[in-house]
């Protein structure tokens, strides 16, 4: 009889987890026009979820520059340094601070971005770092559940204000590694983040019930579209097994309110210039790296390297 209570339990959870994913499969997802807002009813799905996705954040030529960019010889990429992931897997991926006006620079500070960010944040925000994840086909490594607070609180970041948008370069499945997040999960505060295999994630037990409580979702991504989320929102991807890679071009904001009180590997508190959207397509210095500071591919310690004039 007790049992049978607990197998019941047990599959009205599983039940009601399973509708939950369904809901949020739909929930929190918008597409870009450009009178796109975050309306009371965009920051109520932030604010619930602790995302949102924007479908078709920028258009096919607006990604094709951001590509032809990254993938230049002359670009960032000569900052590239590889993570083994502990599994046989590698992240490669590319770190830097300040934004500068090469075409990532002029994409983090665009009005649809850090104007997003802002008022999901609810204040000022300034550039915190970006990155360039490169999960390659077949070699591609996984990222465990993690907070990004979780690395951030260290940092000497007091509040968690602070989020990040991730912008899909290339189509992103479960195939080739998407992103997945636990909606809700930033509502349980920052979780202990200790040694998982190799990385540094999220106390796996806890993450383990959590998951007993809220749904998971893969965020499945077409080029261009962006996912905007809260620091303290549990994600995590899987190794890239298929024959397609999957890119991603990520950008940290920080609350301007919220200057870390340690001088460490990140950016500090920096005014951002913000620019309107059309300057994406009007951007003719899309691989200068004047100003940014690149996270050394040898050492990977960010400060080291500073580009001071254009190659
Ligand atoms: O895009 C991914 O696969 C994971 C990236 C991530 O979790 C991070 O950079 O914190």
């Known amino acids: 009889m007790q049992t049978s209570k607990v197998a019941l339990a047990k599959s009205s959870n599983k039940e009601y987890l399973t509708n939950q994913a369904a809901k949020n499969m739909t929930e929190s997802i918008y597409t870009f026009t450009e009178d796109f807002d975050v309306t009371p009813s965009v920051q109520a799905d932030f604010d619930k979820n602790g995302y949102i996705i924007v479908r078709s954040l920028f258009d096919s030529e607006e990604v094709t520059l951001l590509k032809d960019a990254l993938e230049s010889d002359e670009g960032i990429i000569r900052y590239a340094f590889g993570r083994d992931d502990g599994e046989g897997g590698k992240i490669r991926m590319v770190l830097w601070n300040q934004p500068g006006n090469d075409i990532t620079g002029v994409m983090a500070r665009c009005e649809k971005v850090a104007g997003t960010m802002e008022k999901l944040l609810g204040g000022e925000v300034y550039h915190y770092h970006a990155k360039l994840i490169m999960k390659d086909a077949r070699t591609g490594g996984a990222f465990v559940w993690h907070q990004d607070y979780g690395y951030w609180y260290e940092n000497g970041c007091i509040f968690p204000d602070m989020g990040t948008v991730s912008i899909a370069l290339d189509k992103a499945t479960q195939e080739n590694g998407c992103l997945k997040v636990i909606p809700g999960s930033h509502r349980i505060g920052r979780i202990d983040h200790v040694l998982v295999g190799h990385q540094m994630g999220a106390d796996v037990e806890r993450v383990t019930e959590i998951q007993k409580f809220l749904p998971l979702v893969h965020v499945e991504l077409e080029p261009g579209d962006a996912l905007f989320f809260h620091c303290n929102l549990l994600h995590c991807s899987e190794q890239n097994h298929s024959d397609k890679r999957r890119w991603a071009f990520l950008v940290a904001y920080n609350r301007a309110s919220n200057n870390p009180v340690i001088e460490h590997h990140h950016s500090r508190y920096v005014p951002m210039a913000k620019v ?36």
């Open 276 to 311: 309107p959207n059309s300057a994406i397509k009007m951007c003719t210095t899309t691989t200068d790296l004047t100003g940014k500071d690149f996270s050394d591919p040898a050492t990977e310690d960010i400060k080291k390297v500073t580009e001071k004039t254009q190659r």
